[in-house]
């Protein structure tokens, strides 16, 4: 889900029409990006495939953290990093529930002489296998998760549409370029105020 966000993103960021007509950084030749987006979307549905419950392979950390620098990098490259913190949000929270428990060990032990622990066993998903929850359902109810925030993720291109048309504008000058200006915007839905002789006017003829 996380790859398919940035496949988005990345096709979007390479297309100068797209890219201006939802506020997003141009950059040119990402738009390649969303061959490799696709390629690795790919790859990762041949490895679901084999590892559906019970798993028959298992990728390991050579496989995750090289998955993970290149989301990185390519989020890095379309100009999108927030994008990645919300579209890869397991991710976010696994780490975090990591970084949070050993930081929280360690300051308990200092204090009291003894650590103390947040979370029965961290990243997270350990956390609720150690709660007694199925591996198959943990893993079901994350899928949705991601699912939730890949949507989420998607839906900002227009919520950040919409915002930025929100915006007001103010032309100087209410000469014939100034006056068509701002009939421009105005049907662009902007809220449009145009300045002659240092006044402002919202009617143009």
Not at 136 to 164: E, M, P, Q
Request: net charge positive.
């Amino acid at each position: 889900t996380t790859t398919f966000v940035l496949f988005v993103f990345s096709y979007v960021a390479g297309n100068s029409k797209l890219s201006h007509y939802l506020f997003l950084p141009y950059v040119p030749g990402v738009g390649e990006l969303a061959i490799v987006c696709a390629g690795v979307m790919g790859a990762s549905l041949a490895f679901l495939w084999f590892n559906a419950y019970p798993a028959d392979v298992f990728m390991g950390d050579v496989g995750s953290l090289s998955l993970g620098a290149l989301l990185g990098t390519i989020a890095v490259m379309i100009k999108q990093e927030f994008v990645l913190a919300i579209a890869g949000g397991i991710f976010v929270v696994e780490t975090l529930s990591v970084i949070i428990q050993r930081a929280y060990f360690k300051y308990t032990k200092k204090k009291h002489g003894e650590g103390r622990r947040i979370f029965l066993m961290s990243p997270l998903h350990h956390h609720y296998q150690k709660k007694g929850y199925p591996e198959a359902k943990i893993v079901t109810r994350f899928w949705i998760a991601a699912i939730f925030l890949a949507v989420l993720t998607i839906v900002t291109l227009k919520v950040r549409w919409n915002i930025t048309m929100s915006k007001r504008i103010t032309i100087l000058g209410g000469g014939e370029s100034g006056t068509g200006a701002a009939i421009l915007s105005q049907q662009q839905g902007f809220e449009t105020f145009l300045s002659e002789y240092g006044q402002l006017k919202k009617e143009y003829k």
